[in-house]
């Protein structure tokens, strides 16, 4: 339990500007207009350098060809859109100017040294005619005031560095409100020299393709400091070495960006914070206390890029806020470098604080490449042997390649990320060239129209796709072969290429693909994998208008130039669902030279298909304990009316039910008898020992392996174990007092179970004791012979043993990791054994810990505002006030695999001391005007209210799709906030009273 110590802190500021009526008019087109009179005047100057401070002149439409010169407090505001156009340049003035530097400056509009002005209305027009000093439309140099409602167009020119609008200066404060500046040639808006603005819904529109200068739309620089608020800023493009930013800071302190649309066209920084290395403009280092919020940052090469800069070492670049942004269709979404230090930015926070329409990371643990991509090739690219490729949920369209060794590409399963063939690609959606590699979650999309696009092609060992959803088009392609998945020896042009240790488990395969999966060896190289768990559905072709081949084929083992099984295959095709499709496809080698061994078993064939196991090879194919659609089994060469097998197909026993529903045929005729478990349903134990014809044996192989089961005793409630094992965390590691481990073990004996010559132990061990001993005894005997390692073991020689341990309490002794040890002993005199030794790890009464921690050195309470920022006023009834950001933590036990199921509740706060807190009949504060909000990985809950007591305990996360947030491993956190809301009249600290209390549950 927690107490909360609020301290409630608020600042109100209130900004009151008075501007005076009009005194002095300004028209052009007035015949009678006089300069010398000024009844109206005709020229802006004129009426400028007679006016007093405060007055306010008013220029009517019309266009005013002059260089002004704005010295003095006044009020100048167009009337329908008023055109100052640049005069010649041979005869404008230039000069420097106040707060700007030792430069020369070129300009139409200067405003310099005044404490008061408005500037409203006018369109500033530079006719494109800037010379060799830097030329601006409008400059402000050391000068208060307001600059709203403007159009500047044509600020170019081959000076250096034209600009529609530049502030400059440490006595600069300006608000620069609802301008528009297009055709400008490198800054849309310049803010820089130590000067102050507030820039406020403007539009900024840049030069687009084919522009000669690096533009940036909105760039605060060299000191400057202020606000970004509003503003769209687009169509920037340069294709060069530099880039275009829309919004770049530079060298600047405490620049809040807010609520901005930056859109570009590509080779652009949408929003680039960066360090001033610049040798004219020095000492102002990194960028520091800068917030991103809010923004809309498209179509830009990098969304946002944040960088130290060269020379800043003793002053780095740093970002306090970056939420709430959304990122679109960027090339890279957020970059931080070269060099990554979260003091920077926190990328993981970003990660979670932002919105992606596609995002990917590389991580071991946190991010260590420091960048977040768009593009899934990029961050393979940047990967590393041993590195996580995250994508988190979005639409990717592209082909990818992986020739890294050893990574892992990974979505989260509750929200997965798409791909989608990327037309005029590889011939493959992902083509994986690289060994040990980990393809997991996603939904992978072939295009329409893209007859020879495969889904996933493997070509190197250790490869596992697992849980991907792979969808062909609705198109039917004629004799096209197109698998979804295809497992090959190698490259084209070298198939020579071994391929063991493959992992085909728990796909979806549909769509127009003649195969899902597809095997194909060539010249002598082998192939060794594992087809599990999968479901094969609405696959389709049409081989020359054969109606065998009408629907597509789950499983095809062939070779396409018929030279095939030269080497050798051993393919384990399991628990698959075959649903209205063929099942099992092998195309005949010409000379049966090779080794071949393929077991089909524990599958369901459902539906309306006519092949099962089509095997017209010379190899015998298993394909016994399978539901064929029937119970009287296989049609074809099998007695049946389910799915045809063929010649050279053992079928017998068959499964008389749909698996898991384990129960088989006997000599043809389906009876109650148990069939034997399917493989993979238990952890197996690998022994390693040659049987001898009158010793047991512990079978290790598939389908037998020992498995275990702890019954769990704990006090948790219904619901909480059924939303365990629907968000997948069913089983355990792990057990505690007085919960039993079940294990099940099967053993062979030459001379027969049933004469009682096995005994059987099991033995829990560990570093401190001699070893803790399981109660073993003989369950059933297992129908049918069996050959394991070379021998074959009659009916009636193999039995599966239950064996059982309940677990004793922590304070005897029996705590932390045990390791299982299986001894089956010779029962009839020979007193020779087999044994498994230390195969199966379980961690017993782990000790159960949370750890909730601040960020940064921040005390835990309400005392921030939305920012993270410590509030120094208040509160005051109606105001909203936050915690820092926290972690809540599994710290139990390392190597345990303990989870915890979280929930959260609180009790009411109260404040004693203060007379003015009643709420409003007494100082206790509602729990229910918390609210919490919580983050795991890229699984986000909005803010929800606190529930109230220990009986409306709540999940942390409450939607049904984000269940998993609610369970958190060793190790593993959940990233929160708290916010109170203070109603009125309520005022106080609320520090005397209250807990917010965190339930980590065991399951």
Request: charged share 20%; aromatic share 10%.
């Amino acid at each position: 339990m927690r107490k909360l110590f609020l301290a409630l802190l608020l600042a109100l500021f209130v900004n009151i500007v008075f501007v005076s009526a009009a005194d002095i008019y300004v028209n052009v087109n007035d015949a009678e207009c006089d300069d010398v009179i000024g009844t109206p005047y005709c020229s802006i100057q004129a009426a400028i350098d007679a006016a007093d401070p405060g007055d306010t002149i008013e220029v009517s439409a019309g266009t005013y060809v002059e260089q002004l010169i704005i010295n003095k407090d006044v009020n100048l505001v167009g009337i329908d859109n008023p055109i100052i156009e640049a005069p010649d340049i041979s005869i404008r003035q230039k000069r420097s100017i106040s707060g700007a530097g030792s430069r020369d400056y070129d300009w139409v509009v200067l405003i310099e040294d005044v404490d008061d002005f408005t500037f409203s209305g006018f369109i500033v027009d530079g006719k494109e005619d800037g010379g060799s000093d830097r030329f601006i439309g409008i400059m402000v140099g050391n000068s208060k005031g307001t600059i709203s409602n403007n159009e500047v167009v044509n600020i170019r020119g081959p000076s250096n560095d034209p600009s529609g609008i530049s502030i400059s200066g440490e006595n600069a404060d300006v608000l620069i409100d609802g301008n528009k500046i297009t055709n400008f040639a490198k800054n849309g808006i310049n803010i820089m020299l130590e000067a102050t603005a507030t820039v406020n819904d403007n539009i900024v529109i840049g030069g687009g393709l084919g522009e000669t200068y690096a533009q940036n739309g909105i760039q605060f620089g060299f000191g400057a400091t202020g606000s970004i608020t509003g503003n769209t800023v687009s169509n920037f493009y340069y294709p060069d070495t530099w880039a275009a930013a829309g919004i770049l800071i530079y060298g600047s302190d405490d620049v809040v960006i807010h609520g901005n649309n930056v859109n570009s066209l590509g080779n652009t920084d949408g929003i680039l914070i960066s360090g001033s290395p610049h040798d004219a403009w020095p000492g102002y280092g990194g960028s520091q206390n800068i917030q991103v919020t809010e923004n809309t940052i498209k179509n830009n090469n990098y969304g946002l890029r944040v960088q130290t800069g060269s020379d800043t070492i003793d002053k780095p670049t740093t970002l306090t806020l970056v939420e709430n942004n959304v990122f679109e269709n960027n090339e890279r979404q957020v970059r931080v470098g070269p060099d990554y230090d979260d003091s920077i930015l926190d990328l993981e926070s970003a990660l979670l604080d932002n919105i992606f329409d596609r995002a990917v990371v590389v991580r071991e643990n946190p991010i260590i490449v420091p960048t977040i991509f768009s593009n899934i090739q990029d961050a393979i690219d940047a990967a590393n042997p041993s590195q996580t490729i995250e994508v988190l949920a979005g639409i990717y369209e592209e082909n990818l390649i992986i020739e890294t060794d050893d990574i892992t590409l990974t979505t989260n399963n509750n929200n997965p990320a798409t791909i989608v063939y990327a037309a005029g690609g590889t011939s493959s959606t992902v083509d994986i060239k690289g060994k040990d590699v980990l393809l997991e979650n996603f939904i992978i999309e072939r295009n329409n129209g893209e007859s020879g696009s495969q889904g996933i092609n493997v070509r190197r060992s250790g490869v596992i796709v697992k849980g991907i959803i792979l969808m062909g088009s609705d198109n039917i392609h004629g004799p096209n072969v197109i698998p979804g998945i295809h497992l090959t020896t190698g490259d084209p042009g070298s198939y020579d290429i071994p391929l063991d240790r493959v992992v085909i488990k728990d796909n979806h395969i549909s769509g127009d693909f003649c195969y899902g999966v597809a095997v194909t060896t060539y010249t002598d190289a082998s192939i060794e994998a594992k087809i599990e768990g999968n479901i094969f559905t609405d696959l389709a072709w049409d081989w020359q208008g054969d109606e065998d081949f009408r629907l597509g084929w789950g499983v095809m083992i062939a070779d396409t130039e018929q030279v095939f099984f030269g080497g050798s295959i051993d393919l384990k095709i399991t628990k698959n669902i075959f649903d209205d499709v063929h099942g099992i496809y092998m195309i005949p080698e010409d000379d049966d030279t090779g080794v071949f061994e393929i077991a089909v078993n524990f599958n369901n064939f459902l539906g309306d298909a006519n092949w099962g196991v089509y095997n017209p090879t010379g190899f015998i194919v298993d394909a016994t304990y399978n539901w064929w659609g029937s119970q009287d089994g296989p049609s074809g060469d099998g007695p049946g009316s389910g799915y045809a097998v063929s010649a050279n197909v053992e079928f017998d026993p068959w499964l008389c039910e749909e698996f898991p529903t384990l129960w088989s045929s006997v000599d043809g005729v389906c009876k109650k008898e148990q069939a034997p478990p399917p493989p993979g349903t238990s952890q197996g134990i690998g022994v390693g020992v040659t049987p001898m014809s009158s010793c047991p044996v512990i079978i290790h192989e598939e389908p037998y392996a020992i498995s275990y089961f702890v019954d769990t005793t704990a006090d948790l409630h219904t619901t909480i174990l059924d939303s365990a094992f629907m968000a997948g965390f069913a089983g355990r590691s792990y057990a505690f007092e007085g919960e039993t481990i079940t294990f099940d073990v099967y053993a062979a004996h030459r001379d027969g179970i049933n004469n009682a010559c096995v005994k059987l132990s099991v033995l829990l061990e560990n570093d401190e004791c001699s070893g803790i001993q399981a109660g073993c005894v003989f369950n059933n005997i297992v129908p049918g012979e069996y050959e394991y390692m070379g021998v074959t073991y009659p009916e009636g020689t193999i039995g599966k043993f239950t064996c059982t341990y309940t677990v004793k309490p922590a304070v005897s002794g029996v705590v932390g990791e045990y390791w299982v040890t299986v001894i089956a002993e010779d029962n009839c005199g020979n007193g020779c054994y087999d044994t498994a030794p230390g195969v199966i790890s379980l961690y017993l009464n782990p000790a159960v810990s949370l750890k909730i921690s601040t960020q940064g050195d921040h005390q835990f309470g309400f005392m921030y505002d939305l920012g993270g920022n410590e509030l120094t006023q208040g509160p005051y009834p109606g105001d909203t006030v936050y915690s820092p950001y926290f972690k809540v933590e599994n710290k139990a036990d390392e190597g345990s695999g303990l989870y915890l199921f979280m929930q959260i509740y609180g009790t009411d706060m109260w404040d004693y001391s203060w007379s003015a807190a009643l709420c409003p009949d007494t100082n206790k504060l509602d729990i229910t005007n918390v609210d919490y909000r919580a983050s795991k990985l890229n699984v986000h809950q909005p803010w929800t209210e606190m529930p109230k007591n220990y009986v409306g305990r709540k999940y942390i996360f409450q939607e049904i799709n984000n269940f998993a947030g609610n369970f958190i491993g060793i190790g593993d956190d959940i990233t929160m906030r708290l916010r109170l809301n203070i109603p009125t009249p309520c005022v106080g600290n609320f520090q005397d009273g209250g807990e917010i209390v965190f339930v980590g549950q065991v399951i």
